[in-house]
């Protein structure tokens, strides 16, 4: 990574987002614009971060072995999903829209969370997306059965369960910037002062509200403090099998569950009718210590046989990690915080340059790679 060894080598803070050569570079001009309540609550992970930094290191480990290709290289599409992530108000107005709109020019999937700031119809209505909605399974069963309703009446096809976020996880440096729950510190709230633009762009409006779930959560709708409070109470504290096995009764479509951390928990999941997994720890912000994705993949991949949809998430930067989660046997990598940067640094245009940056290292590395593999 782009140390400080070398003069001039360090990455861009701010200008225009298109000259952004890489994700980490996307990073840094983020990490300048927020302050630190959405920076943190963006990049975090559980406890001592150990997962989140187990998503890199599994990538990090992995060697291509290059060799001479028989036939043409490319054409094997771009292997990649924008995965759901809550709240994403926090850092641009309308997030969910901006990326929306730069998957659907790119021709990647979003996968729209529970916990986002637009409405469903909305997203839906965006030209050409392939709209796959994420559910978190909530103590209520009308409450699932009328998302999953509403999805399928919005024309989504791909339906999301996630299955390792039933408790909220403990992001301590998050927890270390509120004096009381959703009530920012005192330096906090002078960080944020030293945001103008973030402070115009996004909190000039208000914080953003949950309109998903907006008719549950009553009253408390438009508060941040209340509907947290809220949610903490009404999701499952424990997924169970029958639950999951009763939202594959009710919807028709496509079914993945998310958060699968065991070769054993997989092939379950297949028995009860999914369609496929989404290998992973949450993006390290749940239990940490969890096992990365990458490194089920390959057992996964063995235990479920070539029908099955496997799909690893976590630490996604670079194209040269999506090719070798495909090589190691995924039919696609779902990726948070990658596109969150740019939309972090520009809405749209921003996701639309996270999605071309890795859409460009993904192509390049697969000529170079030829017909050799990863070990
Ligand atoms: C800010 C943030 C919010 C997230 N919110 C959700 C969510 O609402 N639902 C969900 O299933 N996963 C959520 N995730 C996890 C992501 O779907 C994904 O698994 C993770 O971000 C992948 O790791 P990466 O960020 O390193 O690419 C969230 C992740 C982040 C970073």
Redesign the pocket.
């Known amino acids: 990574m782009g140390g400080a060894v070398l003069p001039l080598r360090r990455y861009r803070r701010g200008g225009p987002v298109d000259r952004a050569l890489s994700i980490a570079e996307l990073r840094a001009m983020a990490l300048h614009r927020l302050p630190a309540i959405a920076a943190e609550?963006?990049?975090g992970g559980a406890e001592e971060e150990v997962s989140?930094q187990a998503?890199?290191a599994a990538f990090d480990r992995l060697r291509f072995r290059p060799r001479l290709a028989e036939g043409a290289q490319g054409g094997q599409g771009f292997p990649y999903v924008i995965?759901?992530?809550?709240?994403?108000g926090l850092y641009w107005r309308g997030a969910d829209m901006a990326l929306a709109r730069a998957a659907a020019a790119a021709g990647v999937p979003f996968?729209q969370?529970?916990?986002?700031n637009v409405r469903l119809e909305e997203i839906a209505a965006v030209p050409g997306i392939d709209h796959w909605f994420?559910l978190?399974l909530f103590s209520q069963m009308a409450m699932v059965e009328q998302l999953l309703a509403r999805a399928a009446g919005a024309g989504v096809r791909t339906l999301?369960v996630?299955v390792?976020?039933n408790t909220f996880g403990n992001r301590e440096w998050n927890t270390r910037l509120y004096a009381a729950e959703a009530r920012p510190s005192f330096a906090a709230r002078l960080d944020v002062l030293r945001h103008p633009r973030w402070l115009a762009q996004v909190y000039r409006h208000g914080l953003p509200g949950f309109p998903n779930i907006a008719e549950w959560l009553g009253e408390g709708a438009g508060d941040l403090l209340q509907a947290s409070q809220w949610l903490r109470c009404n999701i499952a504290p424990t997924v169970r099998w029958e639950e999951l096995a009763q939202v594959r009764r009710l919807w028709s479509g496509r079914m993945l569950v998310?958060?699968i951390g065991h070769v054993a928990d997989a092939r379950r999941a297949m028995a009860l009718g999914a369609d496929g997994v989404?290998l992973?720890?949450?993006?390290?912000?749940q239990l940490d210590g969890a096992v990365s994705g990458m490194d089920l993949l390959a057992e996964t991949r063995e235990a479920l046989g070539e029908k099955a949809m496997v799909l690893v998430?976590?630490?996604?930067?670079r194209g040269t990690d999506l090719l070798k989660a495909q090589r190691l046997g995924a039919d696609a990598a779902?990726?948070?915080?990658?596109t969150?940067y740019g939309v972090a640094v520009a809405g749209e245009a921003g996701a639309a340059r996270a999605l071309a940056i890795l859409r460009q290292e993904y192509e390049r590395s697969q000529i170079l790679l030829g017909d050799g593999d990863v070990v």
């Open positions: 609550y963006l990049e989140l998503n890199r995965a759901p992530t809550g709240l994403n996968t969370s529970t916990v986002s994420q978190y999301v996630t390792d976020a998310k958060g989404v992973g720890n949450h993006g390290g912000r998430e976590g630490g996604i930067r779902m990726g948070g915080r990658a969150l």
